[in-house]
């Protein structure tokens, strides 16, 4: 099954997409997680893409498009990926489309998780990411439960930057939700409930 998971930052895409991955073992591809370890290797992709992260700005889809080739290339996500923080604006989803049509393959589902901005702020200024595996936890969790590795808060966590980002969000992201409303594969899940719940209907949207 092919998917590609919308939403604002910090509605839970992430989260639900480790669910999934727990429970199905799809690859999940998230350009952010992509971009932080290019960013933490301090390659030329890395480099130049710190300084729009850091703005919560999107890098330029030249950048982010390559990377995302190059990974769903890879044989792992032949028979099915989640993708996470990809496409983030129309250019992104019609060269997805593109790439995937080339393979005989296309998009089964466009998963929306649904918050409202308010709880966003909130969740993303306590959130935790483990420096080795990506994994997300709320402040608290100091160890990750997934590696061991240690869990600290994301430059591009701290309030000021949040707000560029739900205004990026709504300005280039959102629009997205119509382009695949009219594909037929749009799907919306109410994400402002416990993780477990948002997950059981996560599960009954998708057929699994
Ligand atoms: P990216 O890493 O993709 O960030 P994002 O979209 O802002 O998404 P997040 O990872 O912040 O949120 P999430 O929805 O996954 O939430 P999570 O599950 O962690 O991108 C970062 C940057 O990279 C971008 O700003 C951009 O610069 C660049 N970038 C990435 N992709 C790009 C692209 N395609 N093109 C151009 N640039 C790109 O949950 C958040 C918190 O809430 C966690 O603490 C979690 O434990 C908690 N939580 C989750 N669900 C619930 C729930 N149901 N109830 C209570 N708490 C919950
Ligand atoms: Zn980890």
Not at 47 to 57: E, H, N, P
Not at 72 to 101: C, H, M, Y
Not at 188 to 205: F, S, T
């Amino acid at each position: 099954m092919n998917i590609v998971l919308l939403g604002a930052p910090g509605a839970g895409k992430g989260t639900q997409a480790q669910k999934l991955v727990e429970e199905y073992g799809l690859p999940h591809i998230s350009t952010g997680d992509l971009l932080r370890a290019a960013v933490k290797a301090q390659s030329e992709l890395g480099v130049k893409a710190k300084s729009y992260m850091d703005a919560g700005q999107l890098v330029p889809d030249a950048l982010v498009v390559d990377l995302v080739k190059e990974r769903l290339s890879q044989d792992d996500a032949k028979d099915g990926f989640i993708l996470d923080g990809f496409p983030r604006n129309t250019a992104q989803a019609e060269v997805l489309d593109a790439e995937l049509s080339k393979e005989g393959l296309k998009l089964d589902a466009a998963l929306l998780v649904s918050v409202k901005p308010e709880v966003i702020v909130k969740r993303l200024s306590s959130r935790r990411t483990c420096k080795s595996c990506g994994y997300t936890a709320p402040a608290g969790v100091d160890t990750c439960p997934r590696c061991g590795g240690e869990m600290y808060q994301r430059d591009d966590d701290k309030p000021e930057t949040i707000q560029r980002r739900l205004d990026t969000y709504e300005r280039e992201t959102a629009p997205l939700v119509g382009y695949y409303r009219e594909h037929g594969i749009l799907k919306e899940v109410d994400g402002d409930r416990p993780v477990d719940d948002v997950y059981a209907d996560v599960k009954v949207l998708l057929g699994l």
